[in-house]
């Protein structure tokens, strides 16, 4: 079972539908999350960490089920530039004296369309 | 703030021959800077952590004696490619953790380096 999961799409969707990714993660000592979005071609971006509580940013919602190993981004109101890959991605916490490491999912790419 | 650059941004070389990827943390100071590679329609995959003035943790698979990584300073990490082949071929990002990161650590990513080895 690969560390972090994802459905790779595409997600084909209209400008201003809502769309929603999920991600599932095999470690359950996992400490902390992310959502990054990557463009064609260049480095991933941060997009928003993921709590435990549930985070809102703007038009993104990301929820974190630690019981189920599962993470999800929601996107309301889809615009043209949302389009790129997300990537869900896990960081493990390192032991003593160790850095904590990304562990990255494939990405789920999104197109929006007019 | 919290800017990553990598130099060369693209690289063509002939099959045998190095090449060295630097990468810098402009506007902070790095304890830990991380390897990366991409290859096409793929995920990251962690290759290495670079730790200033210690040796490098190699991720299980990956040589240490191909993928050579200097952490000399707290601003500068390099790749070198030694020998390297056409599989080598491949997007080769780094990313930077902030000295004063807190419990979650922000890691900033560089805008990668494109090799083509022929």
């Known amino acids: 079972r690969k560390e972090v999961e994802q459905d790779p799409g595409p997600f084909n969707v209209p400008e201003g539908a809502t769309v929603a990714f999920n991600c599932t993660y095999s470690?359950?000592?996992?400490?902390?999350f992310f959502w990054y979005r990557q463009d064609c071609r260049k480095e991933p971006k941060l997009l928003m960490s993921?709590?435990?509580s549930g985070n809102e940013d703007g038009r993104f919602t990301a929820q974190l089920n630690r019981a189920s190993q599962y993470i999800s981004l929601l996107i309301r109101d889809s615009k043209l530039s949302d389009s790129a890959t997300y990537l869900c991605?896990?960081?493990?916490?390192?032991?003593?004296?160790?850095?904590?490491?990304?562990?990255f999912g494939t990405g789920t790419r999104l197109q929006v369309t007019l | 703030g919290a800017v990553v650059s990598q130099h060369p941004s693209r690289v063509i070389c002939k099959s045998g021959t190095s090449v060295k990827i630097e990468c810098r943390s402009l506007?902070?100071?790095?304890?830990?800077m991380f390897w990366y590679r991409q290859f096409p329609k793929k995920s990251l995959m962690l290759m290495a952590t670079?730790?200033?003035?210690?040796?490098?943790?190699?991720e299980q698979g990956v040589e240490k004696d191909k993928f050579l990584i200097n952490h000399a300073s707290l601003t500068l990490s390099t790749l070198t490619v030694t020998s390297a082949h056409p599989e080598d071929s491949s997007f080769y990002i780094c990313?930077?953790?902030?000295?004063?990161?807190?419990?979650?650590?922000?890691?900033?990513f560089g805008p990668g380096t494109r090799l083509l080895v022929l």
């Open positions: 993921v709590y435990s």
């Open positions: 991605v896990v960081n493990q916490e390192g032991g003593t004296g160790t850095a904590s490491k990304l562990t």
């Open positions: 506007d902070f100071q790095a304890t830990t």
């Open positions: 470690n359950s000592a996992s400490q902390s």
């Open positions: 990313s930077a953790t902030p000295l004063t990161s807190g419990y979650q650590e922000t890691q900033y």
């Open positions: 670079s730790n200033e003035g210690s040796k490098a943790t190699y």
